[in-house]
């Protein structure tokens, strides 16, 4: 997220005490002004960047006419006539915020950059420059008479400088590296800036019967390192020995140290077997990475000198750094052995002025053999990997496990080939999360070796945004004899598939068999899937991305289905979708929307999390927008705490929500002055209530009813959804049964449902009136992330939005009372581009023309173009008891088949179950919808059987047609709006009894293994760096 870059006035503020004014201020030039640059702050400052000014002189200088320019003669700033500055005094200019006109210099300064400042005539008074972000500001002190800039310790805008102490540390010890085979050695380091006497310090292994001490007047100097090895002689028992008598350091032991009055100082903690790389004893011991602080980890052998740990087997693959969305830096683990990469960072080539714009992987976090991670903006880190920067993986200590540095942007993507092993170098395509496109980066989706339709397949798919050339692509099974080359011209679309069918393949595929894909002689892809064949087909899960294994169902041609996953459904509504905001609009770090339907017409609400803005916006039936009197910049929300304070930097405002009686509440993940710290809190304004900054009315901190995550990980929607819409529908998980609101007195009319991006659950919460939050409800809507939520009044569904996380697909989910709701995915539509929408909102009816209905998405990261609109079906009003007449969408099916899924049953039955042509049977829904109209659909080929009122016990009769298909169907229910109810299985049989002949077998999915890379794998001896 971008820093927060609003600004406050300047700022003069005496140093020296109240000094008489002259009437004449000192008009000087150049040096013998004597003002200088004292204190500058280039990134996250509060409100923005700034720069101070400190009069050095005896008597006050007018700056009138004075320049401040960076390292470039086009940015520039001329101080007005009349800015005196008084004799001592400081001076602080501040980051012009071009939404409030608030500040003075209309420019920003760069983590490589300069200051410098220009007298009426042009002469030069004073410059500083810098090639990083300070920790806090820079600063100048004054140094034996000459002036000297280093890093301030916090910032001290209008005041002295303060730097760190130079005070020395104490001296200390710590156990720092263990050889226990074939040596016995242990090497100690004292960090600190003194010497320390260890006279009488004692070491111990795993047994306290195990004791040797350093004899009496025994000292480490400052940074020194000091071994004991097996003939060091010290004291046993009172008895000068050498370290072996009491001491032989064992394959499972650990070493430990105590001071002379016996309190254990350091525990380098059991390890289970001797140290060894590449089954070599001698060249390795555990150490501390980086000494004398990291924790004991496998290391090159460094007696007595700096260690140097063997870094794990995870290389930098592929970085992205213009050119898409996000910035991002993809890992793979190269090694045969899991990796535990927890608490892992990326940095670029300024680690000190980023230092906390980086966010470590949660704990349990595990890289296996092969796999890949990639590093997210702003998900994993919030700076931008520049033209000509530095990539660095650290470890959990800091130590650098790979880094790469470039010199600018690739033209396309900076990846190695051949992937995990090769040079980094700039291809076309990127493929993030995957295989490297060093060849052709086709890859094998699905495989069908046994019994399809018509016979055995192969379906490829293009993992890229853009059309993607295959033409000569040779398919080939586990036989070099068997080959297939696709013909000139073939192409497959962004995302799509192109499935070759044994006729074409002209070779079948048997069990035990393998498909391999080469581009020329390179093998870009391959799987097999051992012993037999797949129960169903042998697919990537998930789709595009995944290792092989079973899939749920046959999808040639289509997105893979894996077990327990829920299929995508197309959009269902325009596939087109159109920019609203061709020019800048609003800031870039667009996150929510709501629509709050009123009496004068529908108001489209949009908030920004950079600085907690929100706009409000006159929405209209063709998806357009208009600005509103008072709102053309929008109004900023502040939290209670910084009402006296509209420097302060805000909340980091993700989502936005309107109440029923118009107070608007935005979703903020954290404080924008500390971001490094998640705190989830829900803020409620008036929005009428000031003609600018709106500071919060009330407050709900939900952060410890969350689970805990990293800062930007947080709540990243917030949506009010009445009780009318919620009472008997959503789940209490206090009572086990469907929501009475009269169970929470105090809370209003309404929840607030969150969604958390870290896990992609949905909380549903009631807010009281006193401040304090009672959970509901815990919702899984089974995507990645959940970064936008719409209550659709129109369906009566809640919509949870994941950004290009997971494609920008949405999930549609229908209440029912019970704790596992209906739960449909769709894809975005086919216009849209996979971008970052953090924002999701549906019309209401009184928007819909012609049977469509605005849909807005909103988008992080742009200047403009970052509200989008496309369409959705209105509800059709009710008709008369005839097909077609009330249902939605007339004679078109609400759902495609494939959304209907064990997870939406939902309880829905047929009786009986087994039934002819022209039978009438029975549909059962539960309770909650007795009395409601509903539509009753057939599938697999869908077709209305009837619509009508459901009866008091939830009963509905419906007629199979007389030409309807023998065998497996389903039925399906949808209420009055469209949404589905639930499903049940029905068998038509011409008689309509069921002849059992045997036994049923169950179909079981048989999850295979990672599949083995086939014929062609390379064996390659495993790779040691050093930190």
């Given amino acids: 997220m971008s820093r927060l870059r609003s600004a406050a006035a300047i700022t003069t503020v005496g140093a020296l005490g109240a000094a008489a004014l002259l009437a004449v201020p000192l008009s000087a030039t150049g040096a013998e002004s004597g003002i200088r640059i004292n204190e500058v702050e280039s990134d996250g400052g509060v409100p923005g960047d700034w720069i101070e000014f400190l009069n050095t002189s005896g008597t006050e200088v007018d700056l009138g006419g004075f320049v401040v320019k960076d390292n470039s003669d086009g940015n520039s700033y001329t101080f007005p006539e009349g800015t005196v500055v008084a004799a001592g005094a400081y001076l602080a200019i501040d980051q012009l915020d071009s939404g409030s006109g608030v500040g003075q210099f209309d420019f920003g300064l760069g983590k ?477 770090d667009s996150s929510g929307l709501d629509v709050q339907e009123t009496a004068d017409g529908a108001i489209l609400w949009a908030v920004d999390n950079g600085e907690g803005r929100i706009w409000k916006l006159d929405a209209h039936a063709d998806g357009s927008f208009s600005t509103i009197s008072g709102w053309e910049a929008g109004k900023r929300v502040r939290f209670q705490k910084d009402a006296a304070n509209p420097s302060a930097a805000g909340p980091d405002t993700e989502g936005i929500t309107v109440d029923g009686d118009g107070f608007v509440y935005v979703a903020s993940e954290r404080d924008n002055s500390a971001k490094g710290v998640n705190q989830n809190t829900v803020l409620k304004v008036d929005p009428e209530a000031a003609a600018g900054d709106l500071v919060a009315e009330q407050e709900w901190d939900l952060t410890s009813q969350l689970p805990a995550v990293g800062a930007n990980l947080g709540m990243e929607a917030v949506q009010w959804v009445p009780d009318s819409a919620l009472a008997g529908k959503l789940f209490d998980q206090n009572t086990g049964a469907a929501y009475d609101p009269a169970d929470y007195s105090g809370h209003g009319d309404g929840l607030f449902l969150v969604a958390v991006e870290d896990n992609g659950h949905v909380y549903a919460f009631a807010l009281n009136g006193d401040g304090s939050a009672v959970l509901v409800s815990e919702i899984a809507p089974r995507l990645a992330g959940v970064m936008a939520l719409d209550y659709d009044s129109v369906l009566g569904v809640l919509w949870a939005v994941c950004d290009d996380g997971c494609g920008g697909r949405s999930a549609q989910i229908t209440l029912n009372g019970t704790n596992a709701p209906g739960i449909a995915h769709y894809a975005r539509p086919a216009g849209m581009p996979d971008i970052n929408n953090e924002g999701f909102a549906t019309a209401p009816a009184s928007l819909a023309v012609n049977g469509q209905r605005p849909v807005w998405w909103f988008a992080d990261g742009f200047a403009s173009e970052a509200l989008r609109v496309g369409t959705l079906p209105a509800a059709v009003n009710p008709g008369g008891e005839n097909p077609g007449g009330e249902t939605p969408g007339g004679q078109t099916p609400p759902l495609p088949g494939s959304a209907l899924t064990d997870d939406n049953r939902n309880g829905v039955t047929v009786n009986p179950s087994t039934a002819a042509r022209g039978e009438t049977v029975t549909v059962s829904v539960r309770g909650d919808h007795a009395g409601e109209r509903i539509a009753v659909w057939m599938y697999s080929d869908p077709v209305l059987l009837a619509s009508g009122t459901a009866s008091a016990a939830g009963t509905f009769s419906v007629v199979i047609p007389s030409d309807a298909a023998l065998g497996a169907h389903r039925i399906a229910v949808y209420s009055d709006s469209g949404a589905l109810i639930g499903w049940a299985d029905i068998r038509i049989t011409a008689t309509g009894a069921l002849a059992v002949t045997g036994a049923e077998v169950p179909t079981l999915g048989i999850l295979f293994a990672i599949a083995l890379l086939g014929a062609g794998a390379v064996a390659v001896r495993r790779r040691r760096r050093t930190i």
């Fill in 112 to 588: 490589d950059d300069q200051v410098r400042l220009f007298d009426p005539l042009g002469a030069i008074v004073d410059e500083t420059s810098w090639t990083g972000h300070a920790t806090a500001t820079w600063g100048a002190r004054d140094v034996d008479g000459a002036v000297e800039w280093a890093t301030t310790a916090e910032p001290t805008k209008g005041v002295a400088n303060v730097f760190p102490s130079n005070a020395p540390v104490a001296g200390s010890i710590v156990i720092n590296e263990v050889d226990s085979q074939p040596a016995d050695w242990v090497e100690f380091y004292n960090p600190g800036d003194e010497v320390l006497d260890i006279s009488g310090y004692e070491i111990r292994d795993n047994s306290d019967d195990h004791r040797w001490q350093f004899l009496p007047g025994t000292t480490i100097g400052a940074g020194e390192f000091l071994v004991v090895d097996e003939a060091s002689v010290g004291m046993v028992g009172g008895v000068e020995a050498p370290f072996r008598e009491p001491i032989g350091i064992g394959s499972a032991d650990r070493i430990r140290l105590f001071d002379a009055t016996g309190t254990i100082i350091d525990d380098t903690l059991p390890w289970t077997g001797h140290a060894a790389i590449d089954g070599d004893f001698v060249a390795a011991t555990f150490a501390r990475c980086p000494d004398g602080a990291g924790v004991f980890a496998l290391a090159h052998a460094t007696q007595g000198a700096a260690n140097s740990c063997v870094v794990p087997d995870v290389v930098i693959n592929e970085i992205e750094s213009n050119g898409d969305t996000t910035d991002w830096i993809e890992v793979v683990n190269v090694g045969i052995t899991p990796v535990d990469i927890s608490g892992w960072t990326v940095m670029d080539d300024d680690p000190v002025g980023h230092a906390d714009e980086a966010t470590p992987l949660p704990a349990g976090t595990v890289l296996a053999p092969g796999a890949y991670f990639v590093f997210d903006q702003p998900t994993h880190f919030v700076f931008g990997l520049g033209n000509g920067d530095t990539a660095t993986l650290r470890d959990a200590n800091g130590n650098t496990v790979d880094e790469h540095a470039y010199a600018a942007h690739a033209a396309g993507v900076l990846a190695r080939c051949a992937d995990g092993t090769g040079d980094i170098v700039d291809i076309a395509v990127s493929t993030k999360g995957l295989r490297n496109a060093c060849g052709n980066p086709v890859r094998i989706n699905e495989v069908e070796s046994d019994g399809g339709s018509p016979d055995d397949w192969v379906e490829l798919v293009n993992p890229t945004d853009a059309v993607l050339d295959v033409s000569g692509v040779v398919v080939k099974d586990d036989d070099d004899a068997h080959s297939y080359a696709i013909p000139a011209g073939t192409t497959i679309a962004a995302g799509g598939y192109l499935v070759i069918e044994r006729a074409q393949l002209g070779f079948g595929l048997g069990d035990g068999d393998a498909v391999r894909v080469f581009d020329g002689d390179l093998l870009v892809d391959s799987t097999t899937w051992g012993a037999g064949h797949a129960a169903t087909t042998w697919g990537r899960c998930p789709d595009t991305t995944g290792p092989f294994a079973s899939t749920a169902k046959d999808t040639k041609g289509e997105a893979n289905v894996c077990a327990g996953e829920i299929a995508v459904s197309p959009w269902p509504g325009s596939a087109e979708v159109r920019v609203l905001d061709t020019a800048p609009t609003f800031l870039e």
